[in-house]
């Protein structure tokens, strides 16, 4: 979406909109039983007439309709199916639209694009025009459209959960809230500065301006503070398997993908490179990372390994790291000594990434080990990836680790989904820090923090303008009668 901003108007390109009738493909390419090829825009009831052999009225609205799919000049039928007609603005665009429904055949497809670009003012539409559309015609609010867009390429079920979420409006009204609540601070300090010496303005208006602003503040900064729960949702969440060379990394890794995606050997260092594998855990997007061992090597390749294996674990949400249970000592304390010390030498120096232990090949024996509690030592798992011993415990461990990173997408106030969400909220805090400081010394500079911060709202949600700050000024103020 191209959106030119000027202080606090957003100003859209108009001539993408009621110019041209587009149409395109819209339920995927491929072969299938059905195919809808959708069409938007003033023209669209003179291809529906022209296509479908309408000679008088148009079909009732939303209504499908049985007919043969005709070109427009030979009146050669070109598939027999099913027609839909969505007069303006009661439509996905805002716009007249149409809908074929045909067979899925490539043959069919093709025959029935080129009818329509054959008809004068029609062309295809680019990618996401349809969507840009309906954005224009007020038909969607842009963190809707993001919703929609998170919907279309949600791979399990708590993306879609999340995505739909938002597509409902639940995260733009939150937004539209507080821009409202910007817009009126707003325009009170602007009628404040402009008509306070004429005595027009009633008394604590800026009393009210400045608890206005520090609550939405303080509701912000709690926004922010989400642990990346919903960015993490819908990219997926960074698990990283480390540890030392030929400890089961590798075959840890293709046991909980269930198929050979590591090559495993007993030579040491087999692994030089990052290998990457999406899973679905539980519902939640999980980006699997097998990494180099960790290990000082005179080999140029392997130690490029090893740089990338560190990296990877200091951008992990969640780091695996593999034991084997061959190299640990009999003892339990001395066991949990030699852990941590491992942990240490893996991990970064801030400390901050979640680790769990996997100690590959487990010995019954060590059962005991696994409840006990050491001071400073993560969650234990004994796996066998010879014998999948314990490898269910580990998975319902590392979902329920998953699940605590993303959240529930469906409780609580909607969750921050999008970098740029995160990156304009924390502008507006910063201009509403303006406000606070400028408020008894320069009003205009502080009036300045509340402009800049309802446009960095603004960006978010795709709108605000100047004429809604002059409604509520004439809305709350009797001005001059």
Not at 54 to 67: D, E, G, I, K
């Amino acid at each position: 979406f191209i959106i030119f901003v000027m202080i606090s108007v957003t100003v859209f390109p108009t001539n993408l909109l009621f110019c041209n009738t587009i149409f395109a493909l819209s339920s995927g390419h491929g072969r299938c039983g059905v195919a809808v090829v959708r069409v938007s825009g003033p023209a669209s009831a003179t291809a529906l007439r022209s296509m479908a052999g309408l000679t008088r009225s148009l079909p009732p609205p939303r209504t499908a309709l049985l007919r043969s799919i005709t070109e427009p000049q030979s009146k050669e039928v070109l598939d027999r199916g099913l027609v839909l007609w969505f007069p303006a603005p009661h439509s996905f665009t805002g716009e007249d639209s149409v809908e074929f429904h045909i067979h899925g055949g490539p043959a069919v497809i093709t025959a029935v694009l080129q009818a329509l670009g054959s008809m004068p003012g029609m062309r295809p539409a680019e990618a996401g025009e349809f969507t840009r559309r309906a954005f224009q015609a007020e038909k969607l609010g842009l963190t809707e459209v993001e919703g929609l867009g998170d919907l279309i390429h949600a791979e399990t079920e708590a993306q879609r959960r999340q995505a739909l979420r938002q597509m409902s409006g639940d995260l733009g009204r939150l937004y539209q809230d507080w821009s409202h609540k910007l817009k009126r601070c707003l325009a009170h300090v602007e009628a404040f500065i402009d008509f306070s010496e004429d005595e027009l303005i009633e008394d604590g208006v800026l009393t009210q301006v400045d608890k206005s602003v520090c609550d939405l503040q303080a509701d912000i900064e709690r926004h922010l503070k989400d642990e990346r729960r919903g960015e993490r949702l819908r990219s997926g969440v960074q698990v990283v398997i480390a540890g030392a060379t030929n400890a089961g990394k590798s075959s840890l890794l293709n046991t909980i993908c269930q198929r050979p995606a590591a090559i495993v050997s007993p030579i040491a260092g087999t692994t030089r490179d990052v290998v990457e594998t999406a899973l679905d855990i539980g519902g939640f997007p999980v980006l699997l990372t097998d990494t180099a061992g960790l290990r000082d090597s005179p080999d140029l390749v392997e130690r490029e390994g090893v740089r990338r294996a560190r990296e990877r674990v200091e951008q992990a949400d969640l780091t695996l790291v593999v034991v084997d249970c061959a190299h640990l000592p009999s003892d339990a304390q001395e066991a949990a000594a030699f852990l941590l010390a491992h942990l240490k030498s893996i991990l970064p120096e801030t400390g901050m990434i979640p680790p769990y232990l996997s100690l590959s090949d487990s010995q019954l024996s060590l059962k005991a080990f696994q409840t006990q509690r050491v001071c400073g030592l993560p969650p234990v798992c004994l796996i066998s990836c010879h014998t999948n011993e314990g490898l269910q415990d580990f998975v319902t461990v590392l979902h329920n680790s998953v699940k605590t990173l993303c959240g529930d997408p469906l409780s609580g106030a909607p969750t921050l989904t999008q970098a740029r969400h995160r990156a304009h909220l924390q502008q507006c805090v910063t201009a509403l820090a303006q406000y606070q400081q400028y408020r008894d010394t320069d009003l205009a500079l502080a009036a300045e923090g509340v402009r800049l911060a309802l446009t960095s709202l603004g960006r978010i949600t795709g709108r605000v303008g100047p004429e809604e700050i002059l409604d509520i000024i004439f809305k709350d103020f009797c001005i001059g009668k």
